[in-house]
């Protein structure tokens, strides 16, 4: 998530209608009209809803400030989205600019940005309340669907994305201020370094297939936002798109049946992955930790905020904060 100040700096650019002149700036690259850009959200990124010219349908403008993430990191994630997208798995679609490229970085009032743009996916959001086990099940063979696909890429895309051991290595120097979070994440790499690393267990995976990157259209999921895809386990993966399911890393009693059905679907692609269900709890730990990290780096500064609805979403992130701190600094899982 980008930073408190950095998510305010947009929004007090955005008028009643949801427009921002830095959201113009960008979507020129992309041919829309002043105006025509509005905003969505801001998390990772910055994301516009971009409106068809002829009003047939949307895609979505996601864009970053160049000090927050480098131009190889947004263009490996554009290329590995473009490269399934072409092979024909259910991603949304990415949108190549007016001059053919799926990044561009561009000049705005707010500072350069490094910006894509995709389709809107079809179909609509399912919350976590409404899904059936039916559609857990097809959750779970989505992303194992999603993973024998990555597995089929070429190295090269696989070297230009981060890995787990570097983004957990960040977190532990990012939480070196507070010694036993450090000394937590420690443990859980050593423990991560035992566990079997090759093809059928590491490869390119989401990072985020959590039901709210997820569009459900005829029983069928297409995914989104693969800001956070790297190099990791493919359980690793399956332990994070279930937080919403599980506290601590635990299947919730009023999730159970859907966590079941979730890992169950996962298996009906993926059957060998069975042995890999027992580390779920340790990716578990490893997913907070990183949430931890990213946590206290947007809440770290003490820049004042314009934007009412930031200023009560920060005391909630804290709260967060705290639950990923316990988490991780529960006893280690057995390996």
């Given amino acids: 998530m980008l930073p408190l100040h950095e998510i305010d700096r947009l929004a007090v650019t955005v008028d009643e209608e949801w427009r921002s002149p830095a959201a113009d700036a960008v979507a020129a690259a992309w041919g829309g009209e002043p105006g025509a850009a509005r905003w969505w959200r801001s998390s990772a990124s910055h994301v516009f809803v971009l409106p068809d010219p002829g009003g ?24 590995l989205v473009g490269r399934l997208h072409r092979d024909g798995v259910r991603v949304a679609a990415p949108v190549p600019s007016t001059t053919g490229t799926l990044v561009e970085t561009v000049p705005t009032p707010l500072g350069r940005m490094h910006a894509t743009c ?28 999603l993973h024998a696909a990555a597995a089929e890429l070429d190295s090269t895309l696989a070297a230009r994305l ?13 939480l070196a201020d507070d010694a036993p979070a450090a000394g937590a994440v420690r443990l859980v790499q050593e423990a991560l370094e035992r566990l079997p690393a090759g093809p059928a267990a590491v490869g390119i995976v989401h990072g985020d297939y959590e039901l709210d990157n997820l569009c459900w259209e005829g029983g069928a999921a297409t995914s989104y936002d ?26 919730l009693p009023e999730h159970r049946e859907r966590y079941d059905a979730l890992l169950t679907g996962y298996l009906d692609v993926r059957p060998y992955a069975v042995e890999h269900l027992a580390h779920l709890p340790l990716h578990s730990r490893a997913s ?32 967060l904060a705290d639950e990923h ?9 057995a390996v």
């Avoid at 179909?123 to 194992?144: F, K, Y």
């Avoid at 981060?162 to 990012?174: D, F, H, K, Y």
């Fill in 325 to 333: 701190r316990a988490h991780l600094l529960d006893a280690p899982a």
């Fill in 226 to 251: 693969f800001d956070e895809a790297r190099v990791s386990w493919y359980a690793a993966d399956l332990a994070h798109a279930a937080r919403d399911l599980t506290s601590r890393g635990a299947p």
């Fill in 162 to 174: 981060p890995t787990a051991g570097s983004v957990l290595e960040e977190a532990r120097a990012a």
């Fill in 56 to 79: 047939s349908g949307r895609s979505y403008l996601r864009f970053t400030p160049v000090a927050h993430a480098s131009r190889q990191r947004v263009g490996a994630v554009a290329d």
């Fill in 118 to 145: 995709v389709r809107a996916a079809p179909g609509e959001q399912l919350d976590v309340g409404e899904l059936t086990p039916a559609q857990a099940r097809a959750w779970g063979a989505s992303l194992a669907s």
């Fill in 288 to 319: 907070a930790a990183v949430s931890l990290a990213r946590l206290r780096g947007v809440l770290a500064d003490d820049v004042p905020l314009q934007h009412e609805p930031l200023v009560r979403l920060r005391p909630e992130l804290q709260r």
